[in-house]
DNA sequence: AAGCGATCCAACCGCGCCCCG
DNA sequence: ACGGGGCGCGGTTGGATCGCT
């Protein structure tokens, strides 16, 4: 027994959008709203569409404030800096990008920016010495590779770290089982044991915030954030650590995180910042591309580490909530990052 | 100029979750 | 408590465009 389809697939037009439906349908949003309901939308306005075709019409082109293309470094930054922490939440990452639309990111992540990172230029560009063609696409500098040299090796292995990171189905499981490790070569093995030490001060540094601020005077969230490793439920989460990190990716040294999350916390995110400058503009200032720095190295693992504690919680919890960030009448004309982890916390358990 | 492969991106699809009757 | 409808999300598709030969 399938799914009921969700309208008359027979009686609805598909495929690109005229510009009298654009009309039509902006038309009417703009006078009357979608009355929260996109299925009958189309039969009020007189449009031969799904109502989930009018959704996304109006969200990913339709909507006000919409920019398409010309990605920034800062944007780049923080496409890269969440998906490596959170993966493919695309909608919680567009929250983070005002105008910008979760389909939008996505598809600019897997067309640009995956290969930039993973330096998967195709062949002839990896070897051209002296062509100075480009793709004229690049609306702006910083993804203009064409003079951009290929990942060091470290770089790349950071990044396939983080892949292999994030690609085990089950964080917790993986948390608590060696065996599901990424094979590391030995230096790596043993920066990554060196953290284990390191990180359990880190740890215990950031998941000191377990009560949030209420919004609601006199009430708390207590937050389970922190459980033992070897427990396997994880039933709420930090905003405050997320919204400081976040606030490290995106204001690098803030005097307000440097005082909360102490020296580990704020070091691993804002050295993680600068790995992502590496990694995204090639900001190999200090150290030749071929012979990384192992401090350097260190510290990225650092980074990596204090991100996987983020990466366990965040999988987890996302797996059972559903994103309204971009839902059209609750995104507003600007995005704001504050209003992202308040929708969230308001979903999360309030004891 | 034509053919062909690569790339981009708008749109579709299906699944899971939530809400409401 | 339960089931159906709707919404939102992430993954995928396919047409359009670009660039190379």
């Excluded at 007189?46 to 969200?59: E, M, V």
């Excluded at 005002?98 to 995956?114: A, E, S």
């Amino acid at each position: 027994m399938g799914r009921a389809p969700c309208c008359d697939k027979a009686n609805v037009k598909k495929g690109p959008w005229s510009p009298e439906e654009d009309e039509k349908l902006k038309a009417y949003i703009e006078k009357y709203g979608t009355g929260n309901n996109w299925i009958a939308l189309p039969q009020k306005i007189g449009l031969k569409r799904c109502g989930k075709s009018c959704r996304l019409r109006w969200l990913n082109y339709l909507r006000p404030n919409i920019k398409h293309g010309g990605f920034s470094e800062e944007e780049d930054n923080i496409i890269c800096s969440l998906y490596i922490s959170i993966g493919s939440r695309w909608s919680i990452i567009a929250a983070q990008l005002p105008g910008r639309t979760d389909n939008d990111i996505k598809n600019y992540w897997n067309t640009r920016l995956k290969k930039k990172l993973l330096g998967r230029r195709k062949q002839s560009n990896v070897n051209r010495l002296s062509s100075t063609s480009h793709d004229p696409k690049d609306e702006n500098g910083s993804l203009d590779d064409s003079c951009e040299p290929v990942l060091s090796n470290s770089a790349l292995e950071r990044l396939q770290l983080h892949m292999q990171l994030q690609s085990c189905q089950n964080p917790l499981s993986f948390y608590n089982n060696p065996a599901l490790w990424p094979k590391l070569q030995p230096l790596q093995e043993k920066l990554i044991q060196s953290l284990q030490f390191l990180n359990e001060n880190t740890n215990y540094t950031l998941m000191q915030q377990h009560v949030l601020p209420s919004t609601q005077p006199g009430q708390e969230h207590t937050i389970d954030f922190y459980e033992p490793p070897n427990t396997s439920v994880i039933d709420g989460l930090n905003i405050d650590e997320l919204e400081n990190s976040l606030n490290a990716f995106n204001a690098g040294s803030n005097p307000d995180v440097m005082e909360q999350s102490n020296n580990g916390g704020t070091q691993a995110v804002s050295t993680f910042q600068a790995d992502l400058d590496d990694l995204l503009h090639n900001k190999t200032i200090g150290f030749p591309p071929q012979e990384e720095d192992p401090i350097a190295e260190f510290d990225c693992f650092k980074a990596m580490d204090s991100l996987k504690d983020s990466m366990i919680w965040w999988s987890t919890d996302f797996e059972s909530k559903s994103a309204s960030t971009n839902s059209w009448d609750s995104s507003g004309p600007v995005l704001q990052s504050h209003g992202m982890y308040q929708d969230y916390g308001l979903g999360y358990n309030v004891k």
